[in-house]
């Protein structure tokens, strides 16, 4: 059984930092996919990024570019989202979610390909 387990969510102020954290267990393939997403109250759910475990390639969504940063520590199958300079519209539930695709696939994947998703945690960013 696959399971996703996020944590490191809370409160920051703007400006500040979190580091979140999914630990994947049960995959049974030797590499693939992890995405972050995230929704707010009342909007719809956003693709914050993406690492595929397999060569650690990452993507992100504009508006956390330069800001966020995805990486993976594969011994620990943990996979990390650093938010720096945190604005209050970074507001919202994050997910974290796999998908048995890497590259490319791994980029363009959209939400409902990913087909494992963890319970979510809260972050918080008050002006």
């Known amino acids: 059984e696959v399971r996703l387990v996020e944590s490191g969510g809370g409160s920051a102020d703007t400006g500040g930092s979190l580091r979140l954290s999914c630990e994947v267990s049960g995959v049974r393939y030797s590499s693939y996919c992890v995405g972050w997403f995230r929704q707010a109250p009342g909007k719809e759910r956003e693709k914050v990024g993406t690492?595929?475990?397999?060569?650690?390639?990452?993507s992100y969504v504009d508006s956390v570019k330069g800001r966020f940063t995805i990486s993976r520590d594969n011994a620990q199958n943990t996979v990390y989202l650093q938010m720096n300079s945190l604005k209050p519209e970074d507001t919202a539930m994050y997910y974290c979610a796999t998908a048995h695709l890497s590259g490319v696939f791994c980029v363009a994947a959209r939400a409902d390909v990913f087909g494992h998703w963890g319970q979510g945690t809260q972050v918080t960013v008050s002006s």
């Open positions: 690492i595929s475990t397999a060569g650690g390639g990452t």
